[in-house]
């Protein structure tokens, strides 16, 4: 099989919306951004970077970012909605660079390997690192959990800062063995993070297929036996209750999940959410505020909002 790549040559500052927009809007099966910044910083950096000399004499002027899609997607109709989101983009205010697009068929197995270069050791906090299943790592505290991962065709690296965010509110919530429900779980990854925290019993859900083979395979390669995974949308026709709530997917979708927390939230129950854009914070305040939840704390990682939420006091 053959895969479509799309690439751009634009700028940093547009990363997140590109990679979101492709992959939630235009079913990319992947996205990769190649980043001046990063080979520039090599070298120093203490994780396990490693920049091949082939690629030095091609360094992005800003960002390359390529989107991924099957070889039978319409390539006319994908450049044109990247030239439209692009212009979007602009009268924001934002950055979009030069903008130049070109498009090229790959072998599928050259994609797999391609993105593995640039997806490396996350040594994210005191508790928790990330470890690609390829790479070998040996933790500075020798109780710190390590979350093996390979993503497949899934959300879901750790690289991202909505996925950060919904982990550093994990770690403050899991303070004694609770039950999770991870909703959008893509590769697995805050279900894993969870179940590694301390907690008895996590559900994955998603809505699609390739994010049930990723997230059960990673729980497989973590060893944990205490993830259940459910293919579903959002919390509609999940059964029972949790200590813990964890989604992290855009704002519109998690619109439609707030009105559903209720039901299947433990007494003294908390909720994590990520993935909200910061102009999109006041829509979800509303919305939690008017289901009779509040928020107890507020991250922000760049443009993105991480909340920590428990009900309202009666
Ligand atoms: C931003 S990714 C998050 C993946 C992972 N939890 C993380 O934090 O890195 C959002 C995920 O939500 C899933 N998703 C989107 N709409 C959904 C819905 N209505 N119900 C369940 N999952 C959904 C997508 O398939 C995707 O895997």
Redesign the pocket.
Known sequence: MKLLAIKIETSHEVEDALSIYSQDNLNALGTEARKRSDFEQAGWLHDSTVVEMDEIKDLPKDMQFIAYFDEEADRDDLVNKFKNKLNELKSYGLNTGEEKITTSYIADQDWNTAWQKYYHVIDFSRHLAIVPEWEDYKPAFSDQKLIKLDPGL???TGN?Q??QL?MMGLERAIVKPVSVV??????G??AIAASELGATNVLA????DE?MTAAQQNAALNGLTNIKTQK???LADVDGKFDIIVA??LAE?LL?LIPQMNDHLNDNGQIIF??IDYLQLPKIEKALDENDFKIDLTMRQGRWIGLSITRKEK
């Open positions: 899934a959300f879901g991202h909505t996925t919904a991870d909703v959008g779980t893509g590769s990854i805050l859900t998603d809505i699609s994010s579903t949308s959002l992290n997917i979708i439609d990520s993935g």
